[in-house]
Nanobody, 114 residues
């Protein structure tokens, strides 16, 4: 069982920035596919950014150029710049070791409002 704990969400004004963190119980994240997803009220969960097993990163078109996903030995991050009201959502981190080992955190709320 892998534990994931997100943090770093909060209330931010339009144009502001946040860095989300996902602390894991794993001793290393090398070679593990991981990602950030978000779910806005009344909408389905959607991919924001991910790191593939080989370390390559990919971003949803709606955040490309504004977000950076990264990780160190046991924590994944999402840096978000120029936040807009449409970025308001609960942000979740995901670790997918296999089809049977697919883990989610509890989420961290991001609210973008003036």
């Amino acid at each position: 069982q892998v534990q994931l704990v997100e943090s770093g969400g909060g209330l931010v004004q339009p144009g502001g920035s946040l860095r989300l963190s996902c602390a894991t119980s794993l001793s290393t994240l090398t070679g593990i596919p991981m990602g950030w997803y978000r779910q806005a009220p009344g909408k389905e969960r959607e991919l924001v950014a991910r790191i593939r097993a080989g370390g390559f990163t990919a971003y949803a078109d709606v955040v490309k150029g504004r977000c950076t996903i990264s990780r160190d030995s046991n924590t994944m991050y999402l840096r978000m710049n120029n936040l807009q009201p449409e970025d308001t959502a609960v942000y979740f981190c995901n670790v997918r070791i296999s089809d049977e080992a697919d883990y989610w955190g509890q989420g961290t709320q991001v609210i973008v409002s003036s």
